[in-house]
């Protein structure tokens, strides 16, 4: 690990000196691409990495994407960007795209759109232009904000994990070093104010439908005052626990996944379901995660939800089915094997197809006939298998009472809110329809159109509870077993 000839007197670049040192991420004569978005965090970035940049001999550039979100303005930081480079005597590298269309288009919501494209852009270029490290400007605010936020969904150990101070970029020699990520945004302010450096100011940081701003402007500080005022300490020690203990637990399952994968390749792995199975809970979930990430190059959109749908699948009696996953992403079992591959073309979600902004606010699995209760919701869904009846009887039972062929669907379903999207074939009906317009041919309010629950089976809608079920599960005169399903309503 290198160390440092000098310290300087001021505490920003002391800080940013100790953390670089710490967590290595400066090697003599690297070349680092820093992030550069016009707000003080990147504007104090790019001075302090300026005054370090001769105890290390390396070499600097400036990239910056403008998100075309803002109109006029986000054209002005992009100006500013530029205008700064030429101050700093530093190649600077710029480019505009459409977010909002590339969120359209692909599904995402804004934050994620703008940085997957922000991350691929500043990728591109720092090969292109032999960069081999990306600086980005985030704060131990940042990590609290998203570790809450993270909270808040529900998140696991490896969300609580938080931001990565050093990050490998998948299949390439990038690294993506945060040296900012133990200093507090007051330390930045501070810094900033006492240079006389200009930045911009992005108005959208205040707006308070977002959830990380009303964390930022609302939560954060309500715990400051009232609990603890060293909040933010007390979050970013948490993370750092969670991540080398997740860094540890990751070392030890490697070779298990090892063990139990069959066939490897890059967009495909193939595992063992009865190595699988044979596994404690806790490490089937991480060796799944595990695989999937290998084939995907991250985690992210990867949810609880996913991970325990695949385990219980993998519980289930059916061994042949296939789940889809965000990004491309199939699970497919087949017989002994379960494969995790990567395909060409986008897939339908594994609970139809939706974008990030279509939120279901309620989820439940089940693994096997039973009842599953949303008390929050106010209904409860029973699932039983029944002896042959008549179908007459089956046909003229209520909307809340369902009867499915058993060899048609297999377990876990899933149950959730109808989403904008989601289509069915209703019962007696050719050809699919979309749940919305139903709905409305059925005159139901557009306040209760949202909380109507679906239940889903391998990734396919076969119940709008308490109305019809798809046409492909109905029990016919050769069917054997008869899954019933009742809908109450508190």
Same mark, same amino acid.
């Given at each position: 690990?290198?160390?440092?000839?000098?310290?300087?007197?001021?505490?920003?670049?002391?800080?940013?000196?100790?953390?670089?040192?710490?967590?290595?991420?400066?090697?003599?004569?690297?070349?680092?691409?820093?992030?550069?978005?016009?707000?003080?965090?990147?504007?104090?970035?790019?001075?302090?990495?300026?005054?370090?940049? $001769?105890?290390?001999?390396?070499?600097?550039?400036?990239?910056?994407?403008?998100?075309?979100?803002?109109?006029?303005?986000?054209?002005?930081?992009?100006?500013?960007?530029?205008?700064?480079?030429?101050?700093?005597?530093?190649?600077?590298?710029?480019?505009?795209?459409?977010?909002?269309?590339?969120?359209?288009?692909?599904?995402?919501?804004?934050?994620?759109?703008?940085?997957?494209?922000?991350?691929?852009?500043?990728?591109?270029?720092?090969?292109?232009?032999?960069?081999?490290?990306?600086?980005?400007?985030?704060?131990?605010?940042?990590?609290?904000?998203?570790?809450?936020?993270?909270?808040?969904?529900?998140?696991?150990?490896?969300?609580?994990?938080?931001?990565?101070?050093?990050?490998?970029?998948?299949?390439?020699?990038?690294?993506?070093?945060?040296?900012?990520?133990?200093?507090?945004?007051?330390?930045?302010?501070?810094?900033?104010?006492?240079?006389?450096?200009?930045?911009?100011?992005?108005?959208?940081?205040?707006?308070?439908?977002?959830?990380?701003?009303?964390?930022?402007?609302?939560?954060?500080?309500?715990?400051?005052?009232?609990?603890?005022?060293?909040?933010?300490?007390?979050?970013?020690?948490?993370?750092?626990?969670?991540?080398?203990?997740?860094?540890?637990?990751?070392?030890?399952?490697?070779?298990?996944?090892?063990?139990?994968?069959?066939?490897?390749?890059?967009?495909?792995?193939?595992?063992?379901?009865?190595?699988?199975?044979?596994?404690?809970?806790?490490?089937?979930?991480?060796?799944?995660?595990?695989?999937?990430?290998?084939?995907?190059?991250?985690?992210?959109?990867?949810?609880?939800?996913?991970?325990?749908?695949?385990?219980?699948?993998?519980?289930?009696?059916?061994?042949?089915?296939?789940?889809?996953?965000?990004?491309?992403?199939?699970?497919?079992?087949?017989?002994?094997?379960?494969?995790?591959?990567?395909?060409?073309?986008?897939?339908?979600?594994?609970?139809?197809?939706?974008?990030?902004?279509?939120?279901?606010?309620?989820?439940?699995?089940?693994?096997? $006939?039973?009842?599953?209760?949303?008390?929050?919701?106010?209904?409860?869904?029973?699932?039983?298998?029944?002896?042959?009846?008549?179908?007459?009887?089956?046909?003229?039972?209520?909307?809340?009472?369902?009867?499915?062929?058993?060899?048609?669907?297999?377990?876990?379903?899933?149950?959730?809110?109808?989403?904008?999207?989601?289509?069915?074939?209703?019962?007696?009906?050719?050809?699919?329809?979309?749940?919305?317009?139903?709905?409305?041919?059925?005159?139901? $309010?557009?306040?209760?159109?949202?909380?109507?629950?679906?239940?889903?089976?391998?990734?396919?809608?076969?119940?709008?509870?308490?109305?019809?079920?798809?046409?492909?599960?109905?029990?016919?005169?050769?069917?054997?077993?008869?899954?019933?399903?009742?809908?109450?309503?508190?």
């Amino acid at each position: 690990m290198h160390t440092f000839e000098k310290k300087t007197s001021n505490s920003l670049i002391q800080k940013t000196e100790e953390t670089v040192t710490e967590y290595n991420m400066l090697q003599e004569r690297d070349s680092v691409l820093v992030g550069v978005s016009g707000g003080a965090d990147s504007v104090a970035l790019v001075h302090v990495m300026k005054e370090i940049a $001769p105890i290390f001999s390396i070499k600097l550039g400036i990239v910056h994407l403008n998100h075309s979100l803002r109109g006029n303005e986000s054209d002005a930081d992009a100006r500013f960007v530029v205008s700064l480079s030429e101050k700093l005597n530093l190649p600077c590298y710029t480019a505009k795209e459409d977010i909002a269309a590339y969120k359209k288009k692909h599904g995402f919501s804004l934050e994620e759109a703008g940085r997957r494209v922000r991350y691929a852009f500043f990728e591109n270029i720092a090969q292109r232009e032999g960069f081999n490290k990306i600086a980005l400007g985030h704060t131990s605010d940042d990590n609290a904000e998203l570790i809450l936020m993270y909270l808040i969904r529900g998140s696991g150990p490896l969300g609580i994990s938080g931001i990565p101070p050093v990050r490998g970029v998948f299949k390439t020699n990038l690294m993506i070093i945060r040296p900012f990520i133990k200093t507090t945004r007051f330390d930045i302010i501070k810094y900033i104010s006492s240079k006389g450096l200009s930045h911009v100011v992005d108005e959208s940081n205040m707006d308070m439908k977002y959830l990380r701003n009303k964390i930022r402007h609302d939560l954060i500080p309500e715990l400051r005052q009232n609990y603890n005022p060293k909040t933010v300490e007390t979050i970013n020690r948490l993370a750092s626990i969670m991540r080398s203990e997740d860094e540890w637990m990751e070392n030890e399952l490697a070779p298990i996944l090892n063990k139990n994968t069959l066939f490897e390749e890059n967009n495909r792995i193939v595992l063992s379901v009865s190595g699988i199975n044979a596994l404690h809970p806790a490490a089937k979930r991480r060796i799944t995660r595990s695989a999937i990430k290998k084939v995907k190059g991250d985690s992210r959109r990867l949810s609880y939800s996913h991970i325990e749908l695949i385990t219980a699948q993998l519980a289930s009696d059916s061994n042949s089915w296939s789940l889809d996953l965000p990004d491309r992403i199939r699970i497919t079992r087949t017989g002994k094997e379960l494969t995790v591959s990567k395909e060409e073309k986008n897939l339908r979600n594994l609970s139809s197809k939706r974008s990030v902004n279509d939120k279901a606010f309620f989820e439940y699995v089940i693994n096997k $006939p039973g009842l599953i209760v949303a008390e929050k919701e106010g209904f409860s869904i029973g699932f039983s298998e029944i002896a042959n009846m008549n179908l007459s009887d089956i046909y003229h039972a209520g909307q809340g009472v369902a009867f499915f062929d058993m060899e048609k669907i297999s377990f876990p379903v899933i149950i959730r809110n109808y989403l904008p999207g989601d289509r069915f074939t209703p019962l007696g009906m050719k050809g699919s329809q979309k749940i919305a317009k139903y709905l409305i041919n059925n005159k139901v $309010p557009r306040k209760n159109r949202i909380k109507a629950p679906v239940v889903i089976s391998n990734g396919k809608i076969i119940w709008l509870a308490g109305f019809v079920i798809d046409d492909s599960v109905k029990v016919t005169s050769g069917t054997g077993k008869i899954l019933k399903a009742e809908l109450s309503l508190a």
